[in-house]
């Protein structure tokens, strides 16, 4: 399993901004696809984004698409997920994910190592 730290949540109004960061421990880092996954209060965490090992595919939950994108720099060992035009909605504790599978971006079963998140919250 790798490491995964997260970084860059914090308070953001409605409309504004903000990046999050996720840096890996591995250098075989550029081996796993990742993820990003949100939990609010007494919800079930749910599927944001994923970008393949090379960065070429990326995947988007419908309430995000338009406003966040996923990216990654291998040679940084870092992923990040830069949300825009923020909702109240989107508050939630964001997780960051790898898995070494090609299939099954949405399904949380899949990844196998998970950061200890960061919390987000978008005020109106």
């Known amino acids: 399993q790798v490491q995964l730290v997260e970084s860059g949540g914090g308070l953001a109004q409605a409309g504004g901004s903000l990046r999050l960061s996720c840096a890996a421990s591995e250098r075989t880092f550029s081996n796993y696809a990742m993820g990003w996954f949100r939990q609010a209060p007494g919800k079930e965490r749910e599927f944001v984004a994923a970008?393949?090992?090379?960065?070429?595919?990326?995947y988007y939950a419908d309430s995000v698409k338009g406003r966040f994108l996923i990216s990654r720099d291998n040679a940084k060992n870092t992923a990040f997920l830069q949300m825009n035009n923020l909702k109240p909605s989107d508050t939630a504790v964001y997780y960051c994910?790898?898995?070494?599978?090609?299939?099954?971006?949405?399904?949380?079963?899949?990844?196998?190592?998970w950061g200890q998140g960061t919390q987000v919250t978008v005020s109106s």
């Open positions: 970008i393949s090992w090379s960065g070429d595919r990326t």
């Open positions: 994910a790898a898995k070494d599978s090609s299939f099954g971006w949405w399904l949380p079963s899949l990844y196998a190592s």
